[in-house]
């Protein structure tokens, strides 16, 4: 028990004080004790950060007269944890003011001050507590407070935060800070549930949540820059001078590792609404009056949080790398037909309602398996030079500042900032100028075209964060009402893009520009629609040709096949082509339509891309409908009026429901409606011959709204027939066999993993249209195309 008072005795002899810290702080704290648990000391973060952080909190402070012990806590027992934990030890490096004498000195004393111990029931918790309190009384030294690190999976902190709260609580006057590491929830209830739950043991200045960017230098010098250099940025801060800001976060990594933890929350979660989203609102915020009052910077923070405008899908683009659903399947155990939707790339425009930043985007982008390592943030500003003659003249090159997080083609953290702009302030030593550069550009501009400034000396983001914790400052961590600020924006988008496809892409240089993405107003789209180059070539391997748009054959027919949303591009282009080549022979074209879930891609693509089809002289039957009202959302034709119809111009003339509601009653026979529908195809279009009908494929085989064991030869020459669905609501009205077969064009379209074992069934079956419906598509004089998704085709 003396080790902790000899180790200190020793060293307040021999190490100077490295850093101090601020005045405010001294006085909040009464020198003592301070005894430090990193709970999951034996893990990934613990290895990589924490305890070199730790380290240089104690080679910094011990000789400014606290005294320090160590404990790394975890589910494993000691004989076995001890060893692993003395092995990360011993590998801590000395800050660069140490001699190499002492280092040798500190490092030694603060191994003897490191132990480990068991931390999984109440009663190892209580076993610590009673430590603790044992240690102060025998060695006879004043408590300064106790440190929990919580470095374990969010669903556990509740647990271990009742379990300190009940057990390990220290001294009367001494602190209790306990650190917890993001994900701070998966959407706003969540967070929120958390946030209860925690409150119910700690008090909120007991919490410290921590977001390790906003211990990076550069992050952390965003305000007093912005503070320094107020005379210069005043006046064009603001949407008369921005063209926008971009924050950038890019990794060449795959997630390989940690599948389990990605698949639950992907890119928009793991970095964008906590690193990027700090960032934003340090770049945007008003500057508070005193840069290290908490309290108003969180107020100010908070103002930026209920101007930003709400998001939906439409102001995203998201991806993901080609190998990642292969490694779910591996890391997960899960089956061939598992697809997920998770993204590892976003592309995302935000809006601010302020009047200072009214209509100027901010572009928050992220993602893994790009072309290489690097964060900052930009912002651009407008240039209202037009060069003529010499466009290599500063004042025609971009006008922009650039925080560099680090890595990239810099490699050091840095501000830089054009040398059209204005030469930046320096008012402290930690930060110095760089004035001999290596050849490198950075966003497009060579480095001699910067001034740029950069931290004295480098410090590492956790052992910075360590630090403040230690010194009680709240100022660099993220309050309660911060998180739950930030989840109420970002839960409306998470939500939105559940169902979204994510664009594929192969990773690294291959990637090439499938990731650009343009504004369009309010909306983000990719800007490279598709690749799209027809080849009968084999699909494999991890680069660009895996990309292609295939042609084939398909139970005799002709097929495409392509990831979905190359496959969406394809189908759309061919219904523009079909529909411009009819319109231009006889006027007019007829389309129809089937529904379910398959072609709500489609509908959209055709709806937000295709400004140039000819909506006035299109008409739009339905392939099928269900027995319900036309306005609920069961409705085959609500959902084309949704997706589709709501956002193109067409008359109203031209749009042709089924008439399963008549007299006030839902599909009687007496009432005609098959017949009344009928009659309109057989007046309206040409020989009753539909230019394009658009079918998807049941797993059972059906096909429309035609069932196996349905009697489709009861129907004669009809085109409309009522059928009978074995799924509710039962009844429904579908075009007959005879009706599909007469068009000059039918499309198939079969999409997702889930089909891949009908798609491959059907491929071996005969054509019996009794048991396997889609079999009977057979057109008369026209053309069958299979499209077909890769998922469905491959597995």
């Given amino acids: 028990m003396w080790k902790v008072v000899w180790a200190a005795l020793l060293l307040l002899s021999t190490v100077c004080v ?71 030890l011993k590998g801590v490096v000395c800050p660069r003011e140490l001699s190499v004498e002492r280092c040798a000195l500190v490092k030694e004393q603060f191994l003897r001050l490191a132990e480990y111990r068991q931390l999984n029931t109440s009663e190892d918790y209580q076993a610590l507590g009673k430590h603790l309190t044992e240690q102060l009384r025998q060695e006879g030294i004043v408590e300064a407070g106790r440190l929990f690190y919580l470095s374990v999976p969010a669903f556990a902190y509740a647990d271990i935060a009742e379990k300190i709260n009940n057990n390990c609580r220290p001294t009367d006057g001494a602190w209790l800070r306990v650190v917890l590491e993001k994900p701070f929830g998966h959407d706003f209830s969540s967070a929120q549930l958390l946030s209860t739950q925690l409150g119910a043991s700690l008090k909120d200045n007991e919490m410290y949540r921590i977001d390790h960017y906003l211990g990076k230098q550069v992050v952390s010098k965003i305000l007093p820059f912005r503070r320094e250099n107020s005379k210069h940025l005043d006046l064009i801060w603001n949407k008369h001078h921005i063209e926008r800001v971009e924050i950038v976060l890019k990794e060449t990594l795959d997630a390989k590792g940690r599948i389990s933890f990605y698949e639950q929350y992907g890119v928009i979660r793991d970095v964008i609404q906590n690193h990027l989203t700090e960032v934003m609102t340090l770049l945007t915020m008003e500057l508070p009056s005193n840069l290290s009052n908490t309290k108003e910077v969180l107020k100010n923070k908070l103002k930026i949080f209920s101007a930003l405008q709400r998001l939906d899908s439409n102001c995203a683009a998201i991806g993901q790398y080609q190998a990642y659903n292969a490694e779910v399947q591996e890391e997960l155990s899960k089956t061939r037909e598992h697809f997920s939707l998770t993204p590892t790339f976003a592309g995302i425009m935000v809006h601010i309602d302020l009047a200072q930043y009214e209509g100027m985007p901010v572009i928050l982008t992220s993602g893994k398996m790009l072309d290489e390592r690097v964060g900052y943030a930009r912002i651009l500003f407008k240039n209202d030079i037009f060069c003529i003659q010499s466009h290599s003249s500063v004042h025609c090159k971009p006008k922009q500042i650039v925080f560099s997080f680090g890595h990239g083609t810099l490699q050091y953290p840095a501000i830089l900032v054009s040398k059209n702009l204005f030469k930046p302030d320096l008012m402290d030593t930690e930060w110095k100028e760089v004035t001999e ?10 480095i001699s075209d910067y001034y740029v400034l950069t931290p004295t000396v480098e410090r590492e983001a956790y052992a910075e964060l360590i630090l403040h914790i230690f010194q009680g400052r709240k100022d660099s961590f993220i309050s309660a009402e911060n998180l739950l600020a930030s989840w109420s924006f970002w839960t409306p988008l998470l939500q939105s893009l559940a169902d979204t496809f994510p664009r594929l892409y192969p990773g690294g240089a291959d990637n090439g520009n499938m990731l650009d993405f343009k504004l369009l107003g309010r909306k983000v789209n990719f800007a490279n629609e598709a690749l ?109 009026h949704d997706h589709l119809l709501q956002h193109v111009k067409m008359s109203y003339f031209n749009i042709h429901p089924m008439p399963v509601q008549m007299n006030q009653r839902l599909c009687v026979e007496e009432d005609s409606g098959a017949l009344l529908y009928e009659s309109d195809i057989t007046q309206l279009v040409n020989a009753s011959s539909f ?44 075009l007959t066999l005879k009706a599909i077969n007469q068009a000059q064009k039918v499309g198939v379209l079969v999409m997702g993993k889930s089909k891949h074992e009908l798609v491959t069934q059907l491929s071996r079956v005969k054509d019996n249209p009794k048991h396997w419906p889609i079999t009977g598509i057979r057109p008369t004089s026209g053309r069958l195309v299979w499209y077909i998704d890769y998922d469905a085709l491959l597995g």
């Fill in 18 to 88: 490295q850093r101090g810290y601020t005045k405010e702080a001294k006085g909040a704290q009464s020198l003592g004790h301070v005894s430090v648990v990193i709970v999951g000391g034996t893990g990934d973060l613990a290895k990589k950060y924490l305890w070199q952080g730790f380290f240089h909190l104690y080679a910094n402070q011990v000789s400014s007269g606290y005294s320090f012990s160590f404990y790394g806590g975890g589910l494993s027992p000691n004989d076995k944890a001890t060893p692993i934990l003395f092995e990360v």
């Fill in 437 to 446: 550069h290596k050849d490198v550009s950075v966003l497009g501009l060579p």
């Fill in 532 to 640: 799209v180059m027809v080849t009968q070539d084999h699909i494999g391997g991890s680069g660009r040709e895996s990309f292609q748009v295939m042609q084939g054959k398909y139970r005799s027919a002709d097929m495409v096949s392509a990831w979905p949303e190359e496959l969406i591009v394809r189908l759309a282009a061919d219904l523009q082509v079909a529909a411009e080549n009819a319109v231009r022979e006889g006027g007019r074209f007829h389309l129809a339509l089937s529904g379910g879930s398959s072609p709500l891609a489609l509908f959209q693509r055709l709806a937000r891309h295709h400004y140039s089809f000819p909506w006035r002289d299109t008409h739009v039957w339905m392939v099928d409908e269900q027995c319900v009202p036309l306005t609920e959302l069961d409705s085959n034709f609500r959902t084309l």
């Fill in 691 to 734: 230019h394009f009908v658009l079918l998807g494929v049941g797993d059972d085989g059906h096909t429309a709204s035609l069932f196996p064991g349905s009697k489709l030869d009861a129907s004669g020459n009809s085109l409309v027939a009522f059928t009978e669905s074995p799924a509710k609501p039962h009844q429904r009205m579908s």
